[in-house]
């Protein structure tokens, strides 16, 4: 055990922490404190090698996952704080981490992750449920800057991103995704684990950018292309499509896709083949 690990390990335990800050979860912040170190354990280690470039972490509350980090071999970790309670709570395990750990009072979603410190990069965060999607779909824009992403999500959320085409859970949030990252999951985390429990499962989820994206499209006509489809699932595509503000059977029928289909029915090549022809058509 090295000086870090014995100042971490001599840390008071997290429900003394939170009962020395007077550290209620907050709703409106969507908080919701990881406490069993276990966990926090597995998912440090399922995010690899931290010895190299940058750890980001959002939203550390009393620290739990951050630590697991530090313990598991983070040498620059930057965790995002916006709540003034947490940043007072953490102050002894900045100190505990000798230069390790950087803490930043701010809105994860007004960083700019390639600002935190040098490549390679990896977000290994528990994210606020309430800001999860928005965050993710950020962060699909600055793949460039980032090695991986270990997230964790309500269940239901990370089911959609990693859904196959034909499932109920297939969706826009799932061809966006893996159009640009593979999506595996790590493990789930029941209510219980969380202080205050919330109401729903939680799942951790690793994302990795793939070297290219999965076909050619760019981006927000494919964000549009999806969303019409997806907006209105239960219609044929000959329908849903109307809402792009072109006739969408000569679009189909480029692309070779029946007109029948239903959004769920189509593979993220061929949601990219239509956002392509939706660009040529303009």
Known sequence: MDDVQAAIAALPPLRDVLAANDLAAKKQLGQNFLLDLNLTGRIARSAGDLSQGTTIEIGPGPGGLTRALLLAGATNLVAIERDRRCIAALQPLVEAAAGRLTLIEADALEIDIASLGPGPRRIVANLP?????????????????????????????????????????????????????????????????????????????????????????VKPILERVTAAAFGQRRKMLRQSLKTLGLDPLPLLSATGIDPTWRAEQLTIEQFCALAEAVRQSG
């Open 129 to 217: 449920y309430n800001i999860a999607t928005v965050l993710l779909m950020g962060w699909l824009d600055r793949l460039d800057d980032l090695e991986s992403m270990i997230l964790m999500f309500q269940k239901e959320v990370g089911d959609r991103l990693r859904a196959k085409p034909g499932s109920d859970a297939f969706g826009r949030l799932s061809v966006i995704t893996q159009w640009l990252c593979t999506a595996s999951a790590v493990f789930d985390i029941p209510p219980r684990a969380f202080t205050p429990p919330p109401k729903v499962v939680s799942t951790v989820i690793r994302l990795d950018p793939r070297p290219q994206p999965l076909a050619p499209a």
